[in-house]
């Protein structure tokens, strides 16, 4: 099938990664690069698409709403087909009007803000819309009777923390359940942990919910043990990093949280990845490096199917396709570019992620 490219002569495809590279933030934007450069390295091992290789071109965000304003603009100067990013939904959102300006493609793998979904636009999320996960967590803890709970949320990333606590906070009330306190904090400023978990444990609720980074979802867990409580530890998604184990040790075992990604969940497709994942990178690849690889395959995909290299067809090829094979399951990029995928409740055993059933 005869490709057409237009009149624009070029020697590589080249697509785009932005993240955050430093900080407190930065451990899912590595991973996921990682994941793209697996991807990209593989690709081009296989002959490009259509004899053209693939080039990767990373920018650094700087978890900074107008640096990522620029870096975007910077890659589509570059002449990039597609950006993978933003890795956070605070930025994915700052910047979605400027992508759609340009009519550039975005294809984030961890923004999950539901401000993102349901919308005809230039982004599109391989990770489903928070309401999925926030649903599924408020469902089961009324199975549970755990009548009450207290919240700890992260005001960084508001797009998303509190797009997931208004979710959850909707299901949980309409079923029942009371939100004895909600008390949020800010990333990686000058605030103590200590005094997050006592405000907490005064609210007398039955359980916690932490909806934070790995690391601020680790330290919060180890103050809480440290106060002596035994009460039930809740996360949102965006826990599940390597951080949640370096730092929380003992304090998360137990803790549950709604997740796309498990070992258990895994097959044959799954496994070829992590040997070479861990190969390449020597450590095992994070839900944030999944997302990524994934992000980049959809793309190649849709690259070798398009009838142009532009942002534009790529995006209409992709959404014409509409299920893709992941490494673990398959999902659906539905019309408005939003992922259909299902979730499941893991439980923290073990420093491994084992599926639970709750009654």
């Known amino acids: 099938m005869m490709l057409i490219i237009g009149c624009r002569r070029f020697e590589s495809i080249k697509i785009g990664f932005v993240g955050t590279m430093v ?32 080039e990767l071109l990373v920018k650094d965000d700087r978890f900074d709403p107008e640096v990522a304003l620029e870096v975007d603009r910077e890659l589509y100067r570059a002449g990039v087909v597609a950006v993978i990013g933003h890795m956070t939904s605070n930025l994915s959102v700052h910047v979605l009007p400027e992508i759609n300006r340009m009519k550039l493609l975005m294809v984030s793998p961890t923004s999950s803000s539901n401000q993102l979904s349901g919308k005809d636009d230039y982004m599109i999320q ?18 549970i009777r755990h009548r009450s709970i207290a919240v700890a949320y992260d005001l960084r990333n508001p797009a998303y923390s509190e ?3 208004e979710g959850f906070t909707q299901d949980y009330v309409s079923r029942g359940g009371q939100i004895a306190a909600a008390y949020p904090f800010a990333s990686g400023l000058s605030f103590r942990f200590y005094q997050v978990a006592k405000e907490l444990l005064a609210s007398q609720a039955e359980a916690i919910l932490i909806i934070a980074n790995s690391k601020d979802t680790a330290m919060l867990s180890q103050q809480i043990r440290k106060l002596g409580s035994k009460l039930p530890l809740y996360a949102s998604d965006w826990a599940l990093a390597d951080e949640i184990f370096q730092y929380g040790g003992p ?8 997740t796309l990604f498990f070992n258990e969940k895994a097959g044959e497709r799954y496994a070829r990845f992590k040997q070479e994942y861990q190969q ?10 999944v997302l990524g690889y994934e992000s ?3 793309i190649f995909e849709g690259l070798a199917k ?11 090829t992709i959404l014409a396709i509409k ?37």
């Open 280 to 289: 390449r990178f020597g450590t095992e690849p994070s839900v944030a490096a």
């Open 23 to 54: 900080g407190g933030f930065s451990n899912a934007s590595i991973n996921g690069r990682n994941g793209v450069q697996l991807a990209v390295e593989e690709i081009n091992r296989q002959g490009g698409i259509h004899g053209y290789p693939v």
């Open 296 to 298: 980049a395959q959809l």
């Open 306 to 316: 398009t009838k142009r290299y532009t942002s534009e067809s790529l995006r209409e």
């Open 251 to 258: 304090a998360v075992e137990g803790l549950i949280v709604p």
């Open 163 to 165: 797009d997931w606590l």
């Open 126 to 143: 391989i990770y489903p819309p928070n309401k999925a996960a926030s649903s599924l967590l408020a469902e089961n803890l009324m199975k």
């Open 323 to 359: 299920e893709f094979q992941g490494l673990q399951e398959a999902y659906v990029i539905d019309p408005f570019g939003d992922a259909v995928r299902s979730y499941d409740l893991v439980m923290i055993q073990d420093n491994r992620l084992k599926k639970v059933s709750l009654p």
